[in-house]
């Protein structure tokens, strides 16, 4: 029975962190189909950090973006509180199309890398349409920002962009709980973001990354 129970556990924490992984490098590339107001430049590279009330975890990552050629790479830091303790996840997500297909791959500390084929392509960046509302205001005396929020009855999503540009600059996620109270559960927050591509071989992959069962 307790090997079971021990089982059961290791199974329910990798579920989450898969679940984590997905929601970490999709949200933070914020990227959406259908009619946008506006895209971030086709290639830029920056740090985000944030947190995520559901997942209990706070992230750093480096973002590397290059719609142009169809690929995004994340170096992610994760501490995540789980069990009554802190884990700290450390790796390399890698999206690219390679023929016309679309792979992730996850590349562990280690080295260790598995790989999937994706259900959709990859995404260009851009902020959608439909807001509720939007502002425009200037950030430390010189940036022109731009904040779109979309509301609906029970959460509310924000995102922050540079006005001209449409680089990325803040997102978050509120939810609507009891008692007419909100509560942020997604805080993500970009800087440092240059445009073009440094080093174009921080795409390429391992050539033994093993396909993930």
Request: hydrophobic share 30%; with cysteine.
């Given at each position: 029975m307790e090997s079971n129970i021990h089982i059961d556990h290791r199974h329910k924490e990798q579920q989450r962190l898969k679940e984590l992984k997905s929601f970490i490098f999709v949200f933070a590339i914020l990227a959406v189909y259908g009619q946008n107001e506006c895209c971030s430049p086709q290639q830029w590279e920056?740090?985000?950090a944030g947190f995520s009330r559901r997942n209990n975890e706070t992230f750093f990552e480096y973002i590397s973006y290059d719609f142009a050629n169809r690929r995004v790479r994340a170096d992610l830091?994760?501490?995540?509180?789980?069990?009554?303790?802190?884990?700290?996840?450390?790796?390399?997500?890698?999206?690219?199309?390679?023929?016309?297909?679309?792979?992730?791959?996850?590349i562990e500390?280690?080295?260790?890398c598995t790989y999937k084929q994706n259900d959709h392509e990859v995404r260009q960046m851009c902020v959608r349409s439909g807001y509720s509302h939007k502002y425009d205001y200037t950030i430390g005396?010189?940036?022109?920002?731009?904040?779109?929020?979309?509301?609906?009855?029970?959460y509310d999503e924000e995102v922050e962009v540079a006005s001209k540009t449409c680089i990325p600059i803040a997102g978050f996620v509120f939810n609507h709980h009891e008692r007419h109270n909100w509560h942020m559960d997604f805080d993500i927050r970009f800087w440092n973001v240059q445009l073009g591509i440094r080093n174009p071989n921080v795409f390429n992959t391992p050539a033994d990354c093993k396909k993930q069962n």
């Amino acid at each position: 029975m307790e090997s079971n129970i021990h089982i059961d556990h290791r199974h329910k924490e990798q579920q989450r962190l898969k679940e984590l992984k997905s929601f970490i490098f999709v949200f933070a590339i914020l990227a959406v189909y259908g009619q946008n107001e506006c895209c971030s430049p086709q290639q830029w590279e920056g740090d985000a950090a944030g947190f995520s009330r559901r997942n209990n975890e706070t992230f750093f990552e480096y973002i590397s973006y290059d719609f142009a050629n169809r690929r995004v790479r994340a170096d992610l830091y994760e501490r995540i509180w789980f069990n009554h303790e802190i884990k700290i996840v450390q790796k390399t997500l890698i999206e690219k199309e390679v023929q016309g297909v679309t792979y992730v791959y996850d590349i562990e500390k280690d080295g260790t890398c598995t790989y999937k084929q994706n259900d959709h392509e990859v995404r260009q960046m851009c902020v959608r349409s439909g807001y509720s509302h939007k502002y425009d205001y200037t950030i430390g005396g010189e940036l022109q920002a731009t904040l779109y929020q979309y509301r609906q009855r029970d959460y509310d999503e924000e995102v922050e962009v540079a006005s001209k540009t449409c680089i990325p600059i803040a997102g978050f996620v509120f939810n609507h709980h009891e008692r007419h109270n909100w509560h942020m559960d997604f805080d993500i927050r970009f800087w440092n973001v240059q445009l073009g591509i440094r080093n174009p071989n921080v795409f390429n992959t391992p050539a033994d990354c093993k396909k993930q069962n």
